[in-house]
């Protein structure tokens, strides 16, 4: 059974700085793999999408790449806003075509 | 320019209560489902839909049941509340199945509370 994990649950840092936030999934079947921004009492909303065959996807200052051997993804965030402050979630597509999720990772950036 | 549109975003439900969570979109799209959404774990799948007429159960179907008479409206019904039915609930489309790569498109929630 696929299993989607993110470390860390929560994640400070001062603005400015780059960073980068990390999702495993166990299971290296999967047809892609996405990012997603959650907002405090707001909805889900994709930032990338890489598929299977890819090795990453760039949007602005966020990048994501995908390393399907050894089940793993990570999102790089360069020189962080306080805008960015959210959650943030991965989700890859199964076998079975269904979204798999991970719990997410809070993310705060200081002024 | 409303997308998907949740109601109601906050509900107090009794033990044993039914209400429906209601999920509607203007975007035509195929694919919708519902997810619910639990402290420290990912979002897990409850029903979804393929198109008008067409449901199927996800990860958690369990006292939940849904219908699709149309291609815009995707209620989920709680026949029966239980405490470990106090969640949030999210409705979600998009153009195609979520196989084909196609952006999925979520309401902004609704926070469910069983006591």
């Known amino acids: 059974k696929q299993e989607v994990t993110q470390i860390p649950a929560a994640l400070s840092v001062p603005e400015g700085e780059n960073l980068v936030l990390n999702c495993s999934f166990t299971d290296s079947a999967i047809y892609n793999l996405q990012w997603f921004r959650q907002d405090p009492g707001k909805g889900l909303t994709s930032l990338l999408l890489i598929q299977s065959s890819q090795r990453e996807q760039t949007s602005g200052r966020l990048n994501a790449s995908l390393d399907k051997s050894s089940g793993r993804s990570t999102l790089y965030i360069a020189a962080s806003q306080p805008g960015d402050s959210a959650t943030y979630l991965c989700a890859v597509k199964d076998s079975n075509y269904q979204l798999i999720w991970g719990a997410g990772t809070k993310l705060i950036i200081k002024p | 320019n409303a997308g998907v549109t949740q109601t109601p975003k906050f509900q107090v439900l009794k033990t044993g209560q039914s209400m429906t969570l209601q999920c509607a979109q203007d975007?035509?799209?195929?694919?919708m489902s519902w997810y619910r959404q639990d402290p420290g774990m990912g979002l897990r799948l409850i029903h979804y839909?393929?198109?008008?007429?067409?449901?199927d159960q996800g990860e958690v179907p369990n006292g939940y049941n849904v219908s699709r008479s149309t291609t815009e409206d995707f209620p989920l019904r709680l026949l029966s509340a239980a405490p470990s039915q106090t969640s949030v609930y999210f409705c979600?489309?998009?153009?195609?199945?979520?196989?084909?790569?196609?952006?999925?498109?979520f309401g902004e929630g609704s926070w469910l509370t069983v006591v």
């Open positions: 839909s393929v198109g008008a007429g067409i449901t």
């Open positions: 975007m035509n799209h195929e694919y």
């Open positions: 979600a489309s998009s153009p195609g199945q979520i196989s084909s790569g196609n952006t999925i498109y």
